[in-house]
């Protein structure tokens, strides 16, 4: 590419190479699911290193707690099952069940003690530093033990419903990761029962963090701040009157949260989902998490009660829910502690006209998250709603938000008489309930809106607008490869492209088409789409690559994306790598294919970017012979993207916006070596260097330029 030359590399000869090398071959694969462990110590890494600002630290340990509790939810779960069930299948890289969860549960002990000993050993002692200190409860001064009281009287006893055990008195159904303590007593209660054990839940609606008054949150003053774990701890002898508290511990329980939706059976998907949503709360239990302080016989009771096995026990020294911690973020008012706030750039296309139409008449336009603002799309919708030329707004919704600028102008349009169809995903994980509320809400606006296709997530990130100019009917579209959340387009990055190319358009009129009136999808001239023609085509593309390759011609591949665990796209860059093909490939997440091993992936490169901003685009490059096709997705080179979604990949076919995300979302990466990690042949990751190198940061160098 004319961009950036790829290095020579001797061409074998491919029938030899592929006699001889078993590409199915378990060593030549790294398990997915200990991918995202790895992952996971990434992150971690980001709230060990001192170079990022304390609470930013803080957050980043928050954020892998968060992380790791949806691995045990959903990946964790899965495994438990096929073990459970007694699948003897081995995955891609010969792990069987039981050989998976032995590693997970090595793996994961050694991670949740490592952060527990940065939480203690540097966040805590570094905050206190700074005066902002959390306080045990031997450190509470009389006047704050006296507050504290009062703070239980008045704001949690009566939440609090201690649970007895006895005959009368079974083990409670325990929230999923909800806070909780069980208490061992002695004496008797006031029936003259001997009661030796209760438990204690705590409500998600409580505070795990409590400022104490008296002190500032601003930085010239001193922030003290009390766990809610503590408070109940020193007051949980007035739950049982005239009864010694021998012991008071806390625990939580992870279960399995997917949701079990029979797809082939469920007349109306969005009933069902509300049906199934509040068992999510009692699914099989997967993990328990208890204080460190907690005696063996206490320990081995729960992990009875929830029928776990020794390896699903967690003992941790502090909160058991550290995710709960984000909120010093907002508790604490440090802007020393915290990145410096930025204002999302705008191009200058858009600040010289107020008429979005007209701006997108004149040419594609290219959003850069969340270095450029997220607002052009909103006010897209804003002005559709508004215009009478507009007639129709069709749009895909997988995640939005509680309180979204976007729902609100949908909403507006459709009052407004305009012809409003959504297509809302009610099954995107973790905010199914949102979602039901948002289909009902734009069903009460007199929208039209279906829930997609049976056995397909909606993935994909499409909104068209159709307006009337000059007598005809004239289409404009925005693909993205994020969602429409304006809260995480300042936090993920991600591109938007903004069209009236008239074949794009056509291609999203007949996607909303197909996802509404589930006809068969007629051929489209621009768009790839999953489950269709997608995964085809890049394996066309792949294989183009590696012919280029063996002719002699320029040959190179550029891939970035969340993931990449699809076994035949492995497969294919193993062979492109053969024939030469230099491979470079910025997986943020979870990457299945190992480089650098001899014969098979000599010329793969795998580097991972965790920063400040979590990497969420999708960007696929191919050489072609000189002549570059670029291509962004909402999609990413997983088994679920390319069979079991409906996904959209769009070229980008303005030169000079290709050889922006060329640049800025490629290549810029490949030169970070200041947040990028190089992956090995045996799977692990290494923090690159940059020695004698200047530093570069690509995150820091587009926030730099592009706002």
């Known amino acids: 590419?004319?961009?950036?030359?790829?290095?020579?590399?001797?061409?074998?000869?491919?029938?030899?190479?592929?006699?001889?090398?078993?590409?199915?071959?378990?060593?030549?694969?790294?398990?997915?699911?200990?991918?995202?462990?790895?992952?996971?110590?990434?992150?971690?890494?980001?709230?060990?290193?001192?170079?990022?600002?304390?609470?930013?630290?803080?957050?980043?340990?928050?954020?892998?707690?968060s992380n790791l509790d949806e691995y045990f939810e959903v990946r964790v779960s899965g495994v438990q099952k096929r073990a459970t069930y007694g699948s003897t299948r081995p995955d891609a890289d010969g792990l069987s069940p039981h050989q998976l969860l032995a590693e997970i549960s090595r793996t994961a002990h050694a991670l949740v003690a490592e952060q527990y000993?940065?939480?203690?050993?540097?966040?805590?002692?570094?905050?206190?530093?700074?005066?902002?200190?959390?306080?045990?409860r031997e450190q509470w001064t009389r006047d704050q033990e006296q507050w504290v009281k009062r703070y239980f009287d008045e704001q949690i006893l009566e939440l609090l419903s201690p649970m007895g055990l006895d005959p009368a008195h079974p083990f409670p159904m325990v929230l999923n990761k909800n806070l909780n303590f069980i208490v061992t007593l002695s004496g008797k209660d006031a029936f003259g029962r001997a009661i030796d054990?209760?438990?204690?839940?705590?409500?998600?609606?409580?505070?795990?963090?409590?400022?104490?008054?008296?002190?500032?949150?601003?930085?010239?003053?001193?922030?003290?701040?009390?766990?809610?774990?503590?408070?109940?701890?020193?007051?949980?002898?007035?739950?049982?009157?005239?009864?010694?508290?021998?012991?008071?511990?806390?625990?939580?329980?992870?279960?399995?949260?997917?949701?079990?939706?029979?797809?082939?059976?469920?007349?109306?998907?969005?009933?069902?989902?509300?049906?199934?949503?509040?068992?999510?709360?009692?699914?099989?239990e997967v993990r328990i998490e208890v204080d460190a302080t907690m005696p063996d016989d206490l320990c081995l009771f729960l992990q009875t009660k929830f029928d776990l096995t020794e390896d699903d026990v967690y003992r941790v020294n502090g909160p058991v829910n550290l995710g709960r911690m984000q909120a010093i973020y907002k508790i604490v008012d440090h802007p020393e502690l915290k990145h410096k706030p930025f204002t999302p750039g705008i191009s200058a296309r858009l600040s010289r006209s107020s008429d979005i139409f007209t701006t997108i008449a004149n040419g594609d336009l290219l959003l850069h998250h969340p270095y450029e603002s997220f607002s052009p799309v909103i006010e897209l919708l804003?002005?559709?709603?508004?215009?009478?030329?507009?007639?129709?707004?069709?749009?895909?919704?997988?995640?939005t938000g509680p309180e979204s600028a976007i729902v609100d102008a949908l909403v507006d349009a459709a009052r407004g008489g305009k012809e409003v169809t959504v297509i809302i995903e009610l099954r995107a994980r973790f905010d199914e309930e949102a979602n039901i509320e948002l289909a009902n809400r734009l069903h009460a606006a007199g929208a039209?809106?279906?829930?997609?296709?049976?056995?397909?997530?909606?993935?994909?990130?499409?909104?068209?607008?159709?307006?009337?100019?000059?007598?005809?009917?004239?289409?404009?579209?925005?693909?993205?490869?994020?969602?429409?959340?304006a809260a995480t387009a300042r936090l993920y990055t991600d591109y938007g492209l903004m069209t009236c190319n008239p074949e794009i358009t056509q291609d999203a009129h007949k996607l909303f088409h197909q996802l509404t009136g589930l006809g068969k999808m007629s051929k489209l001239k621009k768009l790839l789409q999953s489950p269709f023609t997608l995964h085809k085509t890049l394996l066309q593309l792949i294989a183009a690559e590696a012919t280029n390759a063996r002719a002699g011609k320029p040959a190179r591949i550029i891939a970035k994306m969340n993931a990449l665990t699809e076994q035949d796209v492995i497969k294919a860059l193993y062979a492109a790598s053969g024939a030469g093909v230099k491979v470079d490939l910025v997986i943020r997440g979870a990457c299945c294919l190992r480089p650098?091993?001899?014969?098979?992936?000599?010329?793969?490169?795998?580097?991972?970017?965790?920063?400040?901003?979590?990497?969420?685009?999708?960007?696929?490059?191919?050489?072609?012979?000189?002549?570059?096709?670029?291509?962004?997705?909402?999609?990413?080179?997983?088994?679920?993207?390319?069979?079991?979604?409906?996904?959209?990949?769009?070229?980008?076919?303005?030169?000079?916006?290709?050889?922006?995300?060329?640049?800025?979302?490629?290549?810029?990466?490949?030169?970070?070596?200041?947040?990028?990690?190089?992956?090995?042949?045996?799977?692990?990751?290494e923090r690159a260097s940059n020695g004698a190198k200047d530093p570069v940061c690509a995150q820091s160098e587009l926030l730099s330029t592009l706002t």
């Open 1 to 65: 590419m004319s961009e950036a030359k790829p290095a020579q590399y001797p061409k074998p000869d491919q029938d030899k190479l592929e006699a001889a090398i078993d590409l199915d071959a378990p060593e030549n694969y790294v398990n997915r699911d200990l991918s995202l462990l790895a992952f996971n110590r990434r992150v971690l890494e980001q709230a060990k290193d001192a170079r990022n600002p304390l609470l930013e630290r803080v957050l980043f340990l928050c954020i892998c707690s």
């Open 448 to 485: 039209h809106v279906a829930y997609g296709v049976v056995g397909y997530k909606t993935h994909c990130k499409m909104l068209l607008v159709v307006r009337r100019e000059g007598g005809k009917l004239r289409r404009y579209v925005h693909l993205g490869t994020g969602n429409y959340h």
């Open 117 to 136: 000993e940065l939480l203690n050993n540097e966040l805590l002692p570094a905050l206190e530093s700074v005066g902002v200190r959390f306080l045990r």
């Open 596 to 685: 650098g091993i001899a014969g098979v992936s000599d010329n793969i490169r795998v580097c991972s970017i965790v920063g400040r901003f979590l990497e969420h685009t999708r960007i696929f490059y191919f050489e072609n012979n000189d002549q570059p096709q670029v291509y962004c997705a909402s999609a990413d080179w997983m088994d679920r993207n390319l069979h079991h979604r409906v996904e959209t990949c769009f070229p980008i076919l303005d030169k000079r916006l290709r050889r922006r995300v060329i640049e800025e979302g490629l290549l810029l990466h490949l030169k970070d070596n200041t947040n990028s990690w190089e992956m090995h042949s045996d799977g692990h990751f």
């Open 382 to 399: 804003r002005q559709a709603a508004n215009d009478k030329d507009v007639l129709a707004i069709k749009q895909t919704l997988y995640r």
């Open 197 to 284: 054990r209760a438990i204690v839940q705590v409500p998600r609606s409580l505070p795990r963090l409590i400022p104490l008054p008296g002190s500032s949150t601003d930085s010239a003053h001193g922030t003290d701040i009390i766990f809610l774990s503590s408070v109940i701890h020193a007051h949980v002898a007035d739950l049982f009157p005239g009864m010694e508290i021998t012991g008071c511990y806390q625990f939580r329980v992870t279960r399995d949260a997917d949701l079990l939706v029979d797809n082939e059976e469920v007349e109306d998907l969005l009933r069902a989902l509300e049906g199934e949503l509040p068992e999510r709360r009692f699914g099989e």
